[in-house]
């Protein structure tokens, strides 16, 4: 039971490139969400997914895409990464049950130059 | 809309020594309350949690509790290591909202010294 894995763990663009961050639940969650970390802002959600097939925006959503084509992925896109998109990039996936509760993949550090 | 607010870092403490990290919050309905901790170089864990008001939530011998009256949950342990030593997150999730999101305070570094 890995839990919530990510890749790749580091990554460095330059302007205008595009990339896809992987995250993958083992454990059956149907939410899931993308976050990203900037210093001294803690995180703040780009975009989410309640189930397999949908997906909704966030807090932060320009300049990312996402897709959920299977229940245990989700993917992160940037189409035209921007200096401003240098971030450490989060994942989390939700129990279900009384009390949801969000748990968090290890993380992606992205630098766009 | 929904927000958190916890004190600003850098907290600088002996080993030994009492944490206090505040955090308030404002909110619509009724949310639950978590603390998560990042350690240096990983991700967010779950320190712990909790749903209704009085609610206390504890682990590692951190302890918070659910203070409705004053829209609190302010984060407490006894006797600090140094491998407590990590950035703290406050945050709030309206369980009965779209999403279930979290909504997060801005991260308290502690940083405990032998």
Known sequence: ?113 | GNSVTQMEGPVTLSEEAFLTINCTYTATGYPSLFWYVQYPGEGLQLLLKATKADDKGSNKGFEATYRKETTSFHLEKGSVQVSDSAVYFCALSDQEAAGNKLTFGGGTRVLVKP
Not at chain 1, 33 to 48: A, C, F, K, S, V
């Open chain 1, 1 to 113: 039971n890995a839990g919530v894995t990510q890749t790749p763990k580091f990554r460095v663009l330059k302007t205008g490139q595009s990339m896809t961050l992987l995250c993958a639940q083992d454990m059956n969650h149907e939410y899931m969400y993308w976050y990203r970390q900037d210093p001294g802002m803690g995180l703040r959600l780009i975009h989410y997914s309640v189930g397999e097939g949908t997906t909704a925006k966030g807090e932060v959503p320009d300049g990312y895409n996402v897709s959920r084509l299977k229940k245990q992925n989700f993917l992160l896109g940037l189409e035209s990464a921007a200096p401003s998109q240098t971030s450490v990039y989060f994942c989390a996936s939700q129990t279900g049950g009384a009390v949801k509760t969000q748990y968090f993949g290890p993380g992606t550090r992205l630098l766009v130059l």
